[in-house]
């Protein structure tokens, strides 16, 4: 008798762990893939300074090569964290049995109470209890299991609730939270109400989908801080590094703080947006300013980058030409002290963007340049 082959353990061909969750202004896989292939062996370590949702590493690591990244956002660090540093499923699996056990509803229902309006048209009133009692129960600055969870959580946080059940909160973008008045307004006009949703359901549910792709055989080293404190994280590391592959934050295009606020707010911070008090590079308006940001960057790869490295850079920026960008980038390699070459550039221009979503016909970026360097 032929036996029929078992599609329920086919190994999804993209890695689940890509999609953990959304980010603003990110690159896609094939970009990280193409360049690892292109200028790394197995021996060598990518880095990324800005590593937002963590591709750079998580490919790096996944094509068997080791791997460190750096984000100032705790969004994007608890991403790439629990990626590059998956606990086992079982152990996922058990905590949220434990959590689930623990949680006493009326116990959060006084600290329901008190949240601003946003949150009560957000989310249903149970739906927001469960997830107040993980936003303080889980430790994912220490533990791996608890980082993973709430990375889980982030990615369910805020969605298209109208289109998909996997999403908690009423109506919203998956990339963004949208400000508090806003979506007020939004949901008020299109009628929407908050959809009921079992968090520790939901997140079993999660797991067992992105887990369906085999863990990775490597770790990546992960820091929550500026990228210009990386020589101090560096000091004691034996492997040079060699390639970095990473997206600046772009001149005047977004604000990573405010488009993650209800993400930071779940992660600990306020019941509203802030600005300024994460980064203070995540949205330079003024050129002189944009420029000396990116010779930070270039001081500290001269600090920490072995000889001949490879440097690739994505950047785009509102009001910029590509070439104005190319010889920005170029000029301020000087402060590296290095030499640095310019090997190739590329300039691509940008279809569809994340924004167009959500603010049409907004004025933005509408083109990205990928630029190679060679650092001696
Ligand atoms: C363009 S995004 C990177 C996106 C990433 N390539 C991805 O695919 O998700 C830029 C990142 O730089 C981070 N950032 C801003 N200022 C920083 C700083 N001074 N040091 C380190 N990271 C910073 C932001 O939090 C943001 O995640």
Redesign the pocket.
Known sequence: MAVQPNTQTQVPSRHRFHGLCP??????ETFVEKWISRVTSEADTVL?????????PFQAILMGRDSVA????P??YCITRAKTNPPSQSAVRRRLTLLEKGFDAAAWESCRRRLPRFFHLAYTPGTLRQILCLRSQLHWRSSDTDCMIAALCLGALHGESQKSASYLSNQMPRTISTKPAYSIRFWQKHGYKAPERDVFDLLRRRLDYRYESPLPAKRADVHL????NLPHHLRKRQTPIRCVI?????LDV?S??ED?WLRLWFLGSESRPTYGR?????RHERREAYWG?IM?MWRMLGQILAPASDIIL?IGGKGFNPDEIVTGLYGTTLIARRHVELIDQEVSFIQRRQTDSFRPGSRGCRFEVDCHFKMR
């Open positions: 980010f603003f202004a990110m690159f896609p990324d300074p800005f590593c937002g949702r963590g591709t750079a750096c984000d100032i956002n969004v994007a801080d500026d990228m210009r990473t997206s600046p934050p772009y977004t990573f703080e993650q994460i980064s203070r590079d995540d940001f930070d994505r």
